[in-house]
């Protein structure tokens, strides 16, 4: 298998080498829908066969005839964002039944913040190519095991804009990868001690465009500030900053999502037609830090019903919810207004 949008030459003629049977493209459902729901996208010359999405499938397998196994149009079917050019004639794009492991290799594509689009075919036996193998299952554990795997790696006192006994502490999976940062306002871990009031606690999602360079677009900046500045006005508190850039989607495929939202599709649309999910973050990394920190009793701060149930279900007391709204600016409005009327945001 490879990604479709990074797939050369080499490793076409590769995977068709080590091929027991015509190579497919697998791709996310709702990437699927996209194309089947927008033929626009294609040459009008260029048929495609219409294609039975289902909601509940795991992903989507096309059979696409040797004209169109070319680096160029893999890339085009996998990002919307990327001009699709077919060759004239064109011939059928058909469905095919996904392989076994079509999930896994989704799945796979998505841990390397690639889309989740991918040149698959059943392997032979082919000595010397180097290919690398890796377990389905291993790959659908991976998200949970690294969780359980986060250990504090690093620790020191970064005086903070308001809070100068801010201290940061670095957490990384057994493996490497990804680092999350926790901030620590005051001594967060003594007032989770039974019987005064739970400390408060953010979980906040990496942001570059909105926390470093001050973006509109998004209210994450303002956010993260605020969420200091209220942590150290109560004198103690934990704010999670985690590796999960764009609800878990990674930055290039945020500035994909941007290019699709000027082009009239919501944050949540976007991201679908990109292939991925509304939300692809997971709970169980802020959990394990929380557990780490010695912190296992918070109110959490956010608008967000969801990280309330994800990390009660990940056993961490949340013993209440403090708003942390802030008032549109004029370019994020209609992105605060679909927070509130498709994610369920608590912004009133």
């Known amino acids: 298998m490879a990604a ?21 493209l697998l791709l996310a459902p709702t990437r699927a829908a996209a194309l089947v729901r927008g033929p626009a996208l294609l040459r009008p010359a260029a048929e495609v066969v219409p294609l039975p999405v289902a909601p509940a499938l795991d992903a989507v397998a ?38 076994p492991l079509a999930s896994a290799a989704l799945a796979l594509a998505k841990l390397a913040r690639l889309l989740p689009a991918v040149v698959a075919a059943p392997a032979r036996e082919v000595p010397d190519l180097g ?7 291993d790959v659908l554990a991976y998200p949970s095991a690294a969780a359980a795997s986060l250990r504090p790696v690093a620790e020191a006192a970064v005086p903070l804009d308001g809070a100068p006994d801010a201290r940061l502490v670095a957490f990384r999976a057994a493996d490497g990868g990804v680092e999350h940062v926790a901030v620590l306002i005051g001594r967060p871990d003594e007032a989770a001690r039974p019987g005064g009031r739970a400390p408060l606690a953010r979980l906040h999602s990496e942001c570059f465009t909105g926390d470093v360079l001050g973006s509109l677009r998004c209210d994450c900046g ?10 150290a006005e109560e004198g103690a508190g934990v704010l999670l900053y985690l590796a999960q850039e764009g609800r878990g989607i990674g930055l290039v495929n945020k500035l994909r999502a941007y290019r699709l939202q000027d082009g009239g599709l919501d944050t949540l649309d ?15 990394v802020a959990a394990a830090m929380l557990e780490h920190l010695g912190v296992p009793r918070i109110r959490l701060l956010t608008n967000n019903p969801d990280k309330l149930a994800g990390l009660a279900a990940c056993g961490i007391r949340v013993e209440g919810r403090e708003a942390h709204a802030f008032a549109p600016n004029g370019v994020n409005d209609g992105y605060l207004e679909t927070k509130a009327r498709r994610f369920g945001h608590l912004l009133a």
Request: glycine share 10%; aromatic share 2%.
């Open 270 to 284: 976007a991201n679908r037609a990109l292939g991925w999910g509304a939300d692809e973050r997971s709970f169980l």
């Open 62 to 99: 096309l059979r696409l005839p040797p004209a169109l196994l070319d680096p160029g149009t893999l890339r085009g079917l996998a990002d919307p964002t990327a001009e699709l050019v077919l060759p004239d004639p064109a011939q059928p794009i058909r469905d095919a039944p996904p392989p």
């Open 222 to 231: 303002v956010q993260l500030r605020g969420a200091i500045r209220r942590m």
């Open 131 to 137: 290919l690398l193998a890796v377990g389905a299952a």
């Open 4 to 24: 479709a949008e990074a797939v050369g030459v080499g490793g076409l003629a590769e995977i068709a080498a080590c091929a027991l049977a015509p190579a497919v």
